[in-house]
């Protein structure tokens, strides 16, 4: 069997630091045949460390000569780029979040439909082993019913540094649309997709926003940050179910932490980490499993399974439906904080 071309377009960090070495890895099914970039000579870089024959800078030309690619730009060129792959018959993974804004998405689930190719988004917190713990403990009854969701992503001094970050023009937003999507993304894949009807939201740029900041993970301009570093929500769902939502990239916190909790009818769960609560025999009842400290990157893992769909041999764990509701969540936590009044979600 021939092996899956893949491209990568945007050669930046989550591409050398995740993605390239997870196909690099899979040698059987998958060759990396070609690097784009704007930055040319990050390509040429990019291409000659990890050994990709063709090099590009724009990415039409990229397309005739793969069978799928990896976006790995900022979002805001997510939805074109994807858009322009699946026209030309090419298979998708996009990094997170999707797109900026739900039209977007809409626009490229309509062209993945159009074109019969398969589109993805890589919310990697789903391949991680408490992630896949809770979701099958959940689809066995353990919990029964969920009914109210607390989550929490939070950095105490963590402002991404490098990259556009900061630059709402190019992101669409700061710890929101880059965190806290992640932890969106696993709460709704957990709870079976459950459909929004009402959001608010608060966002907050103080600390980054003044002088002098410490900041664990390199320098910004706190004069051109102008997107959120604090995000507080809560979401109903048509369902009955609640979620408290909470996310950082910068608050006077302890530290940073990661939290997702369900509480259900019959029981209830803790992912970070995994452990559930029942009551046996006439006791309440805790219990955890022994998670082997050995175990495979989730970026290798997201990286098969996409290989493996793209191949016809496994089917797509993030579908982009589901990626679309994450987006249309963040859009309405700001839109909330924005208008300073609840949002509405229609269908
Ligand atoms: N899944 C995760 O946990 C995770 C982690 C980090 C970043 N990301 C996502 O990955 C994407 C890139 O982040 P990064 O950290 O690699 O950023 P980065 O700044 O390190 O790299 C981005 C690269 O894209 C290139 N680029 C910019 N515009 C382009 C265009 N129009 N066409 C082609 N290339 C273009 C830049 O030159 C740069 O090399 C973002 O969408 C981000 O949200 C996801």
Redesign the pocket.
Known sequence: MSKLKMGI???????QERHIPAYAGMSETVELAAV????ID?AHAVSETFDIPHVFDD?KPLFEVVDAVTI????K??SE?AIAALEAGVHVLC??PMAITTKECEAMIAAAEKNDRLLSI?Y?YRYMPEAKLAKEAILQGEIGEPLVTRVQAMRRRKVPG???FTNKDLQGGGSLI?FGC?LLDLALWLLDDPEPVEVIGRTYDRLSKTPGQVNDWGAFDHETFNVDDHVTSYITFKNGLSMQFECSWAANIKEDYTALSISGVDGGMDVYPFQLYQTKYGSVWNSQPNIPKERLSEGFVQAKNFVDSCIGEAELVVKPEQALKVTKLIEAIYKSSEEGSSIKITD
Do not use: L
């Open positions: 377009i945007g050669a930046g960090g989550i591409a784009q970039d704007v930055d990050r990415y790995c730009t900022p979002n060129f997510h780029i990094e997170k890589a990697h490098w990259g556009v880059d992640h």
